[in-house]
């Protein structure tokens, strides 16, 4: 089910540059004992340049009930240029090396001596569990591998010193599985057991400040220091060269940095949602560098609508940026904002209400 299953570019059902949303004709709702959700995103030009952000949202997404939204921030010349490739195709690219992980795994089912001791129904939906989290893991390593490689091979684009972040996430019923590369993050909107408003992080931003991930670029020769005039901002460097100052230790492009220890594997990892789940923020590091996860979720919480809250989150950040960073350029701001339960102060969600560069969806 679902309409982001062909290995072409999506078509853009509500789109503007840098957003696109492809939602089923119907409405965007899910199966029968499930709560319908709206989705909210929105994207802002800083002052750098072209607008490098881009985001997605998909609906019956592999299933009736699938989700999948995904947030790109682009760097470098070609920095626009990535984010909206691989906006438009790693969807579609996803869905692909997961029916051929099934297919392979059909065929192997169907080669053994049918003595599967297994008790489990493989087709009960409701099943939830590390089983699901081991599929999709190989699935997002596997076409995270895939779309890399069909970058490189873009005719006429070098993106030698150009990528972009990506930060995603796919929903089927209540397993959600989180996956990310470089420095935008996600974060969860969620009810304590005594009933505080709180934030939890789903990634970790992918910096080469992160032990982890400066030991590998170290390891592969690769340099990493910070300039003088930005002392507490990481960056990666060719072993010879003061070039090209990479703040993410793991992104999609950035080819010449790819002997060097910068990854295009991303880090997944997996949450059982529960009703005290309210919903996901995905965005950029435009948002990031001036909003706490803490203070990102008061806002969302505060908004007049769930339409407005990735706009009034957005804003929020652009006004921080004046007041943080006077002198600074601000950055491109960009965000997702995934509810994942049926009311919002009271009020029943809202339908489709449609912007330049805005789009909201409800059931």
Not at 60 to 71: L, R
Not at 78 to 89: A, E, F, K, M, T
Not at 257 to 263: E, Q, T
């Amino acid at each position: 089910m679902g309409i982001c299953l062909s290995s072409e570019p999506l078509e853009k059902q509500e789109s503007d540059e840098n957003i696109v949303c492809v939602v089923e004709e119907d409405e965007f709702g899910y199966g029968e004992g499930e709560v319908r959700m709206l989705a909210s995103l929105y994207s802002r030009q800083g002052k750098k340049g072209p607008n490098q952000d881009a985001a997605i949202l998909c609906t019956g997404y592999g299933m009736e009930e699938g989700v999948f939204c995904g947030v790109f921030d682009g760097h470098g010349r070609n920095g626009h240029i990535v984010s909206r490739l691989v906006r438009d195709y790693l969807p579609s690219l996803l869905l692909r090396q997961r029916n051929a992980l099934l297919l392979a795994e059909e065929e192997s089912d169907d080669s053994s001596d049918g003595t599967d001791a297994s008790s489990v129904d493989a087709d009960d939906s409701s099943l939830s569990s590390p089983e699901t989290f081991d599929e999709w893991k190989a699935v997002f390593i596997q076409a995270f591998r895939v779309m890399d490689k069909e970058l490189k091979l873009q005719p006429n684009l070098d993106f030698s010193f150009s990528g972009t972040t990506a930060v995603s996430i796919i929903k089927q019923g209540k397993d959600l599985i989180i996956a990310n590369l470089g420095d935008s993050r996600a974060i969860m909107g969620t009810i304590s057991e005594e009933g505080r408003h709180e934030a939890m992080q789903l990634t970790t931003d992918l910096k080469p400040c992160v032990p982890k991930e400066a030991a590998r670029i170290r390891k592969n020769n690769g340099r990493i220091f910070a300039l003088k005039d930005e002392p507490h901002t990481q960056r990666v460097w060719l072993p010879n060269d003061n070039y090209p100052g990479l703040a993410m230790a793991r992104a999609f492009g950035d080819f010449q940095l790819k002997d060097y220890g910068v990854i295009s594997i991303p880090q997944v990892s997996y949450r059982r949602l529960s009703e005290r789940d309210q919903f996901i923020v995905l965005a950029t590091d435009g948002v990031w560098d001036v909003l706490s996860n803490e203070r990102v979720v008061s806002i969302v919480w505060s908004a007049e609508s769930k339409e407005d809250a990735s706009k009034a989150l957005v804003e929020a950040a652009v006004r921080a940026w004046r007041s943080k960073f006077p002198t600074s350029k601000v950055d491109d701001c960009s965000a997702a904002c995934l509810f994942l339960q049926d009311r919002w102060q009271g009020l029943m969600i809202p339908r489709v209400k449609k912007a330049s560069n805005f789009c909201a969806f409800g059931a």
